[in-house]
T-cell receptor, first 115, second 112 residues
Framework: DAGVTQSPTHLIKTRGQHVTLRCSPI?????VSWYQQVLGQGPQFIFQ???????GRGNFPDRFSARQFPNYSSELNVNALLLGDSALYLC??????????????FGSGTRLTVV | QKEVEQNSGPLSVPEGAIASLNCTYS??????FFWYRQYSGKSPELIMF????GDKEDGRFTAQLNKASQYVSLLIRDSQPSDSATYLC????????????FGGGTRLMVKP
């Protein structure tokens, strides 16, 4: 079975631009969560979606948005990119939306560099 | 005060020794605790999770939880150079859905 797949793997954008990151969860998993990991820090929660509905939002500005599609894949959109948005963006897949007892499975991430 | 705290390290241990990684958390509503390993440039991978006070063993790894002290640790026995990585502690708080709050990670170096 394929794991969590993310695309693209690497991306370079200019300040002020917009970016869309994509994630496909493990087959059968209905929950997708997004995390931002700045170099040298732990991942920070951005969003969680379950059954196409937003179930949680972290402390990120409105420039960050996301959605989940009927096939449970997800997109993370970031508008008006800032240098500080440079990070590894991780997508996490889990079977259920509330209290994943076995933790997440992370994708390999998208490395975003804003110049 | 950070919600989940870890010593950033690096923690250096000789091959074959026991590596002890520690994590403290501030929210007493925390109910589930996870340890992830992250190699440089890679994404985190789940090593263990623990919910109940006490010890939980899986191969060379032992997770220890003390909710009264708000403390969780990971012991790695017979450390190998391949264990050299950053270890992330993560906490799931009751009624916070699926969200995990991560510590900053501890970098472990196992020297041959």
């Amino acid at each position: 079975d394929a794991g969590v797949t993310q695309s693209p793997t690497h991306l370079i954008k200019t300040r002020g631009q917009h970016v869309t990151l994509r994630c496909s969860p493990i087959s059968g998993h209905k929950s997708v969560s997004w995390y931002q990991q700045v170099l040298g820090q732990g991942p920070q929660f951005i969003f969680q979606y379950y059954e196409k509905e937003e179930r949680g939002r972290g402390n990120f500005p409105d420039r960050f948005s996301a959605r989940q599609f009927p096939n449970y894949s997800s997109e993370l959109n970031v508008n008006a990119l800032l240098l500080g948005d440079s990070a590894l963006y991780l997508c996490a897949s889990s079977l259920e939306g509330l209290g994943a007892p076995n933790g997440y499975t992370f994708g390999s991430g998208t490395r975003l560099t804003v110049v | 005060q950070k919600e989940v705290e870890q010593n950033s390290g690096p923690l250096s241990v000789p091959e074959g020794a026991i590596a002890s990684l520690n994590c403290t958390y501030s929210d007493r509503g925390s109910q589930s605790f996870f340890w992830y390993r992250q190699y440089s440039g890679k994404s985190p991978e789940l090593i263990m999770f623990i919910y109940s006070n006490g010890d939980k063993e899986d191969g060379r790894f032992t997770a220890q939880l003390n909710k009264a002290s708000q403390y969780v640790s990971l012991l790695i026995r017979d450390s190998q150079p391949s264990d050299s990585a950053t270890y992330l502690c993560a906490v799931q708080i009751a009624n916070a859905g699926n969200m995990l709050t991560f510590g900053g990670g501890t970098r472990l170096m196992v020297k041959p």
